[in-house]
Nanobody, 115 residues
């Protein structure tokens, strides 16, 4: 069993930044990869960014150059730095991980971009 706890969401103006964190209950070295997804109202959940145990990353086209995913192995945490935020980035952001073939989700953190 893996628990994922997100934090760092909030209300921010367009052009602003937020740093989202996902703390895992086990060593993240044990996880195949971790990722951030998001779900806006009335839309399907979509992959935003992911990072493998080797540190390889990939991003959705809509966030490339604005979002950065990173991992802090000592704290068993994966972060998502979100810069140059746009209203269309408004969504609930979920942390996601796979451990021994089983998928795990966090409870989500709300990000609202509005003036």
């Amino acid at each position: 069993q893996v628990q994922l706890v997100e934090s760092g969401g909030g209300l921010v103006q367009p052009g602003g930044s937020l740093r989202l964190s996902c703390a895992a209950s086990i060593s993240i070295f044990s996880l195949d990869f971790m990722a951030w997804h998001r779900q806006a109202p009335g839309k399907q959940r979509e992959l935003v960014a992911r990072i493998t145990s080797a540190g390889l990353t990939n991003y959705a086209d809509s966030v490339k150059g604005r979002f950065t995913i990173s991992r802090d192995n000592a704290k068993n945490t994966v972060c998502l730095q979100t810069d140059s935020l746009k209203p269309e980035d408004t969504a609930v952001y979920y942390c996601y991980a796979i451990f021994r073939g089983v998928t795990y989700w966090g409870q989500g953190t709300q990000v609202t971009v509005s003036s």
